[in-house]
């Protein structure tokens, strides 16, 4: 297995049972060892043959099925289809995997299944079985394993496409995110600019949909006002769109999208076509509407609530004093721009992300717009305070910043696959109000023009045209 880039928003806990997937070095084979009566369990188990690791696969499976669909009868027709005459045992729940589903249906995707089971056949992988509570537990010693992060009980909000031979998988309750192919040899495209070969479409997209803001911010970049527009359209033909282009999640921007008057119908239309709604807003008094909160924790992803240098201590508290026991936090984003206050301020920031359990996302300055005319800020110090805190918050940061400090992140050893540095790699930018797309919404000049009528063809015909170079 192949890592490009995982993206998670939360943490794994350590299992009873502990079933690892594992590549042997070259040449070496492991006797078989049964799993103890029709389970699979704490006990030790190797599943060295194609007949032993089919019904692990397939019992990983049949588990999938009856979570998404609930007629038992259709469940063992499915299976007997993709299983024909093998049997299925009980796994352990601590070390069941959710398989992931095909976008805007509830059936488990079939491609992915199917590549699992060549993965899981060949020779050199086995399926070892133990537990974490004994010390005399499987010890065999092997090469890697598959590192797949969606263990436990089964979900059914993991949705799946496919770029060639790389699968990306999205969680749309966490946001946890993963690229990766079964196969091996394949270069790390994270260490690059190269985009996904067959990667035809954005995974996701940033969406604005108006340019009306009454904060009147001096650093924005969108130059956004009280005179600005709103758009207005057939959301319904805008969200299919992204969905038949396999898109998985949208962010909704501004201006100040919440002024919308029709924000929460957007969001309720892209949820509706199984395409994920998020936001950024500067906007808190809506968090003390009980039905507010009720829609965006049962609809979006999350949201991000911008930050600024004033009376941010006050601000952050009343996040946590509205939503406390209404949403979880780990939907809630605080989100700053660096260069916009000083080394103390975000120091503060940090803490009290920490402190509330919300993630803070990072901006790097953008030079334009009324940043232009806005004297910034050093921010040097921005990761050495991270790594100087005894419990930082978990951060987000984007492209720009990872731009901007690669050899600092380089230097701190954090692993290439947990950021980006690279705009258009995997998203794109598109302006509603003045019928833009671009690869992100600070370099919209290099843009160009659409018709959003004919967004499905749009999409894909601006996103095959960014050359970021290819791999296989």
């Not at 985009?195 to 996701?204: N, S």
């Not at 997209?205 to 009306?212: E, G, S």
Request: hydrophobic share 35%.
């Amino acid at each position: 297995m192949i890592l490009d880039s995982f993206r998670c928003v939360q943490h794994m806990i350590n299992s009873s049972s502990t079933h690892t997937i594992a590549i042997l070095p070259q040449g070496k084979m492991l006797a078989e060892v049964k799993p103890v009566g029709y389970h699979y369990g704490w006990d030790n188990f190797v599943l060295s043959s194609t007949l032993e690791k089919m019904q692990y696969l397939a019992s990983l499976t049949v588990k999938n099925l009856r979570e998404s669909i609930k007629d038992d009868e259709v469940v063992k027709l499915i299976l007997a289809s993709w299983f024909p005459g093998v049997e299925t045992k009980a796994i352990d729940h601590q070390s069941l995997q959710s398989f992931p589903r095909k976008q805007g249906t509830n059936i488990l995707h079939k491609d992915f299944v199917e590549d699992y089971e060549k993965f899981i056949l060949a020779g050199n992988v086995v399926v070892l079985g133990g537990n974490d509570n004994n010390e005399s537990s499987n010890m065999v010693e092997y090469e890697k394993e598959l590192q797949y992060p969606f263990t436990g009980e089964v979900k059914t909000n993991i949705v799946a496409r496919k770029a060639g031979k790389w699968w990306i998988l999205f969680d749309q309750e966490t946001g946890s995110q993963l690229i990766f192919s079964f196969h091996d040899g394949i270069e790390h495209l994270y260490r690059t600019k190269r985009r996904l070969v067959g990667l035809e479409t954005p995974i996701g997209v940033d969406l604005k949909i108006t340019n009306y803001c009454s904060h009147g911010c001096l650093y924005c970049y969108e130059s956004s006002t009280m005179e600005g527009k709103h758009y207005f359209g057939d959301w319904d033909a805008i969200a299919k769109a992204f969905l038949d282009n396999g898109i998985l999640e949208v962010a909704l921007s501004g201006g100040e999208p919440m002024m919308h008057p029709d924000f929460f119908d957007i969001c309720w239309t892209f949820c509706k076509h199984d395409v994920v709604p998020s936001f950024t807003t500067r906007c808190i008094n809506w968090l003390k509407d009980n039905a507010y909160l009720s829609t965006v924790n049962n609809v979006c992803g999350g949201f991000a609530i911008s930050v600024g240098e004033q009376n941010y201590p006050t601000k952050i508290r009343k996040i946590a004093k509205f939503t406390e026991g209404k949403i979880d936090p780990g939907k809630i984003t605080v989100q700053i721009v660096l260069g916009t206050l000083g080394k103390f301020q975000y120091s503060k920031m940090v803490n009290l992300c920490s402190r509330y359990g919300f993630r803070l996302s990072l901006l790097g300055f953008k030079n334009i717009g009324r940043g232009k005319s806005f004297k910034v800020r050093d921010y040097s110090w921005w990761l050495r305070v991270l790594e100087e805190c005894d419990d930082p918050p978990y951060i987000v940061i984007d492209s720009v910043l990872a731009s901007q400090y690669s050899k600092e992140l380089q230097q701190s050893k954090i692993p290439m696959w947990q950021y980006n540095q690279w705009d258009g790699k995997f998203t794109c930018y598109i302006d509603l109000v003045d019928g833009i797309i671009a690869e992100s919404s600070y370099n919209k000049d290099k843009g160009q023009s659409i018709d959003v009528d004919y967004l499905s063809d749009v999409i894909p015909d601006f996103f095959s045209k960014r050359k970021c170079g290819s791999t296989a």
